[in-house]
């Protein structure tokens, strides 16, 4: 062990070991299982380090990382592990919001281990890695359906369709790799700075390209992150998750050296719309930005919710409006631009005026309505001919979907030239960089799940 690093219950036995070091230059509690096969079960002493490690993450006020291989609970040991497990859990809950949490998934990641990976708030996995609450035995006794291990975790279908880790890596240095990086965007606490980037691109240059990519049609498809990244400093952004719930766009990046998160719509994926999974996205992330003092910049271009009787009885009321909960509790320096569409509830979900932004902006072809002039049409003209239809459609287009009548009722702040986005973004942040937003003293608010 060398000299930056301090180890911690070095005594307690178990294929295991934590330790106080430094990770980029920055002090973290690093508790990490042994890279062995099989995979340990999780013994009571085991937890005991597990539960030494979050401890002294949250009393030190650093950042916390678990490297897990771990095949579950001891069954031998019964109700003492799932004690011990119990415990970890409570300590990684009360280290939420406080500081940044990490788990690098190396090998299994089982039962009581699997739940864990739920609490902290970035799970990194790596080709290695899988990960289960009831494992292809229970599957099997209570299904019927015969599966294997990998098939039921593994890392590329907990990234793809679960949301799980917000990326796949190669091994357990990759994952530190990955996990250095996105300390480079964090304070160590939730009272602490984030780390100012060095950066020679000028907060007032131009971005024309930012206007550029976006097609005329109102309906053509553009790739986003090529939007981010021109408006923020060069080399920059690195996107979360950016195999699920593509339909909406989460990112850490930095503008004028000051580390921002992203929350954009997904014009290539669904059009844009918000589904159950994207929402889910987006709010975990607005909420873990406001908690750590990231300012947010929300880049919109949406048509609404995505219809549909499936997402209706699979929740999207309940999961919908853990979005609008995230954005209406966050009290961090909130940026909004309108690049093109924002209809209906979808307009007020994406951080709108009306939900508390600071600053909103709107490029001067953006669409603000209750719906498009389509929608609009086959719903008040039903009875129309097709050139009555096609006459109020145009007229409604005229007169409603434009940035400018939102400007006059001061939904909108600024109508702007896309060229101007990033020097008119780094001003709203350099304005907003003292914000202070006093909440009314409760125990915690009741977040819809």
């Known amino acids: ?42 013994t009571q002493s085991m937890t005991y380090t597990m539960e030494t490690a979050a ?11 678990f490297v897990i291989n771990s095949a579950g609970a001891d069954i031998g040991e019964g109700i003492a592990a799932l004690d011990g497990w119990g415990r970890v859990a409570r300590s990684l809950t009360r280290c939420s919001g406080t500081v940044p949490t990490f788990a690098i998934v190396d090998g299994p990641a089982v039962s009581g281990p699997a739940l864990l990976l739920g609490l902290v708030d970035f799970t990194i996995m790596t080709k290695n890695g899988y990960a289960f609450v009831n494992g292809p035995v229970m599957v099997r006794q209570f299904t019927g359906i015969e599966i294997t291990k990998d098939e039921l975790g593994n890392a590329a279908s907990l990234e793809h369709n679960a949301g799980l880790p917000i ?7 990759a994952g530190q790799d990955l996990v250095e990086e996105l300390l480079s965007y964090l304070p160590d606490h939730v009272d602490g700075v984030s780390p100012h980037w060095p950066t020679t691109d000028p907060v007032d240059r131009l971005c024309p390209q930012a206007g550029e990519l976006v097609p005329e049609s109102s309906t053509g498809s553009y790739d986003v992150r090529h939007v981010a990244e021109a408006i923020v400093d060069e080399d920059s952004l690195i996107e979360l998750r950016a195999r699920w719930a593509g339909n909406v766009v989460t990112a850490f990046a930095t503008i004028g050296g000051r580390p921002i998160g992203i929350v954009a719509n997904q014009p290539m994926n669904l059009a844009g719309t918000l589904d159950i999974p ?62 093109r569409k924002s209809y209906g509830g979808a307009f007020i979900v994406m951080d709108s005026k009306t939900m508390g932004n600071d600053v909103c ?7 603000l309505a209750v719906m ?7 719903i008040l003209q ?5 050139d009555e239809r096609a006459a109020f459609q145009a007229d409604y287009a005229d007169r409603l979907l434009n940035p400018y009548i939102a400007a006059e009722r001061g939904y909108v702040d600024a109508v702007i030239d896309p060229a101007d986005t990033r020097r008119e973004v780094a001003a709203a942040l350099e304005m907003l960089d003292n914000k202070r937003e006093r909440l009314p003293h409760r125990k915690h608010g009741n977040t819809p799940l």
């Open 361 to 367: 902006l709107a490029w001067p072809w953006a669409e």
């Open 278 to 339: 994207a929402s889910q996205k987006a709010a975990r992330f607005v909420a873990f930005c406001d908690a750590f003092n990231l300012p947010i910049l929300t880049l919109v271009d949406t048509p609404g919710f995505y219809p549909g009787k499936d997402l209706e009885w699979r929740g999207m009321i309940r999961h919908g409006a853990q979005l609008v909960y995230a954005y209406g509790r966050a009290t961090v320096p909130r940026i909004c631009v309108i690049l």
């Open 372 to 378: 498009g002039a389509g929608q609009a049409a086959a």
């Open 55 to 65: 401890r002294t993450a949250l009393e030190e006020r650093i950042p916390l990382v």
């Open 382 to 386: 039903r009875r129309a001919t097709d």
């Open 167 to 173: 990326a796949v890596v190669a091994d357990r240095a």
């Open 1 to 42: 062990m060398s000299l930056d690093e301090l180890g911690l219950a070095t005594q307690v036995p178990g294929p295991i070991s934590a330790r106080v070091r430094v990770l980029g230059g920055r002090r973290v509690s690093w508790l990490e299982f042994d890279d062995v096969e099989p995979a340990a079960p999780l």
